[in-house]
């Protein structure tokens, strides 16, 4: 199960990422130039057929101008 829960939250970051990018109108051409990806690697994250790495999302966040926490959901926090 905790598979599961982790490649679910990790296409969330990637439908995130996707949504703000449609969102404010970025071409995803912009975003791969400006994170040091190709437009096609941009492309398969983005639509989920790719992984995502660390450095990859670093990068883009660093493209878009958005901190590191802006598509990584809450985890584990727990109330009480």
């Known amino acids: 199960i905790g598979a599961k829960i982790r490649a679910y939250r990790k296409m ?12 404010n109108k970025i071409s995803q051409k912009l975003l791969a130039q400006k994170s040091g990806l190709t437009e096609n690697a941009l492309s398969l994250i983005l639509n989920g057929k790719r992984k995502l790495t ?16 802006r598509f990584v959901p809450e985890n584990n926090q727990k109330a009480g």
């Open 12 to 23: 969330l970051v990637e439908a995130q990422v996707k949504d703000f990018v449609k969102e």
């Open 54 to 69: 660390a450095d990859e999302y670093i990068s883009i966040c660093d493209a878009l101008c958005v901190p590191y926490e």
